[in-house]
């Protein structure tokens, strides 16, 4: 892999896959043994993308049927890095004013780091949210 553009456009496919509920798509376009870190849960909470992030993918995918990714921008780090700034979500079951809509389609920011290896697999997937959205939506639930 030798021109930027290939991180890019494979990052697109993988948010492509993920906006169709494909998670056997974005686990094929991760390397064996890739790892991934979700930082709302936690600094530490670095575990693998198989079995472990792919759970939180299935699990969020059959909690949100209308679930859906919009990406907003992509940019080229150095070496085989992307940065990727995307719009996710689907119905919010709950309403918090100023933020969500309940049984509204709303999407809450991301920020992923996507890195990949030399043969365009995704090596390490770390995404920052605004979790006190979804902890405010959480809240707003109960």
């Not at 390397?31 to 849960?41: I, K, S």
């Not at 600094?43 to 969020?60: A, D, H, N, T």
């Not at 679930?67 to 079951?93: S, T």
Request: net charge neutral; glycine share 10%.
């Amino acid at each position: 892999m030798n021109k930027d553009n290939d991180v890019k456009a494979i990052t697109r496919t993988f948010f492509a896959a993920y906006n169709a509920h494909d998670v056997d798509g974005m686990l094929a376009f991760c390397a064996e043994g890739a790892q991934g870190r979700y930082l709302p849960y936690g600094k530490k909470s670095v575990m693998p993308i198989r079995g472990g992030l792919e759970q939180i993918w299935r699990g969020l995918l059959g909690a949100v049927p209308d679930f859906g990714v919009e990406v907003d921008e992509m940019i080229q780090a150095e070496g085989h890095i992307v940065v990727v700034q995307a719009l996710l979500g689907g119905a919010m079951p709950a309403d918090v004013p100023g933020l969500v809509t309940k049984g509204k389609s709303d999407r809450i920011a991301h920020a992923y780091i996507i890195r990949y290896n030399a043969d365009g697999k995704i090596t390490r997937l770390d995404c920052y949210w605004d979790n006190t959205a979804i902890n405010a939506i959480k809240a707003s639930v109960l």
